[in-house]
Each structure stands twice: as structure tokens, then as C-alpha cells.
Nanobody
Framework: QVQLVESGGGLVQAGGSLRLSCAASGRIASIHHMGWYRQAPGNQRELVAVISGGSTNYANSVKGRFSISRDNAKNTVYLQMNSLKPEDTAVYYC?????????????WGQGTQVTVSS
């Protein structure tokens, strides 16, 4: 059984910063990539950032403000969010493509609320 546990969400004023963490645990053989998605009320879930090996990819809306990083020894991915805007308000979900046995599959965290006040 693989679990993703997120932490670090909360309420912050516009222009502020938050750091999200997501730790993967369980019978993990290999992690291909990890990332963050978000979903605001009434909107579809969208990709925020993903990291695979040494490569990163960001949504245009967060480029230059958010930074994703990964600690392979801890099976943990981080999302540093700076210069936050009210439109960044959403539930943020951690995602990881993990091989627990013989094949890879997607895993999701439970989500953490980020609220940015104007």
C-alpha cells in the first residue's frame, strides 16, 4: 500500500509565501515522477508543476513564482509558492507515478487547501 501525505497548506495574504510538502510511504520500488495539481471551485483539476529526474515543468500561470523540488532519499516533493495571488486559491493535490510491485501507477494525496486573501 502506497500513501501520499501532504502538508503545508493554509491561509496567506496576497504576496505571501507557502511551502507544500508531500511524502510518499509504503512499499515503494521506484518513483518515476512527482508533481502538484490544483482544483479551484467550479474548475477542473490542473497541473501546477511536475518533477522527473532533473527536469521540471510548470504551468504558465505559476512560472517564476513557484518552485518544485524533490528529496529522493525521503520520497518527498516540495512546492515553494512565492508571490501568491488570490487566483492561486485552490485545493492542491500531490501526485506521484510509483512502482509498488511490478508496474507503475498513479497515486494521489488527499489534498491541502491553499487560500490567498486579497
Amino acid at each position: 500500500q502506497v500513501q501520499l501525505v501532504e502538508s503545508g497548506g493554509g491561509l496567506v495574504q496576497a504576496g505571501g509565501s507557502l511551502r507544500l510538502s508531500c511524502a510518499a510511504s509504503g512499499r515503494i520500488a521506484s518513483i518515476h515522477h512527482m508533481g502538484w495539481y490544483r482544483q479551484a471551485p467550479g474548475n477542473q483539476r490542473e497541473l501546477v508543476a511536475v518533477i522527473s529526474g532533473g527536469s521540471t515543468n510548470y504551468a504558465n500561470s505559476v512560472k517564476g513564482r513557484f518552485s518544485i523540488s524533490r528529496d529522493n532519499a525521503k520520497n518527498t516533493v516540495y512546492l515553494q509558492m512565492n508571490s501568491l495571488k488570490p487566483e492561486d486559491t485552490a485545493v492542491y493535490y500531490c501526485n506521484a507515478f510509483i512502482a509498488a510491485a511490478l508496474s507503475y501507477q498513479d497515486y494521489w494525496g488527499q489534498g491541502t487547501q491553499v487560500t490567498v486573501s486579497s
